[in-house]
């Protein structure tokens, strides 16, 4: 994890936030998921991570983190040659959210 905060530069995170999923009879942390093959009908087996969240003390910015980094990038390797028939390529986004 990054002990800066990308946005303000600001040194002072705070860790162990939970951003939680609320539905009207749930309440658990966020998870993402990411299907392997979008168009396939059967055995979709989607990939999954739990999110480690860090807030800045200085600006709010929230920083997200997949846990599971390793299976998502296996999942869209496998996504990415399905969907383009090219060799997977890994592209770095980044989410913002703004509450």
């Not at 396939?40 to 807030?55: I, K």
Request: charged letters at 25%.
């Amino acid at each position: 994890m990054k002990n800066k905060c990308v946005s303000c530069g600001g040194g002072e995170l705070i860790y162990g936030v939970e951003l939680l999923d609320t539905g009207k009879a749930s309440r658990r942390t966020a998870t993402l998921s990411l299907a392997k093959d979008p168009g396939a009908t059967f055995f979709t087996e989607p990939s999954y991570s739990d999110v480690d969240v860090s807030v800045c003390a200085e600006c709010g910015f929230l920083h997200f983190f997949a846990k599971n980094l390793k299976e998502l990038i296996r999942a869209a390797g496998v996504r990415n040659s399905r969907l383009d028939g090219d060799v997977p390529q890994i592209v770095k986004t980044q989410l913002w959210l703004i509450v």
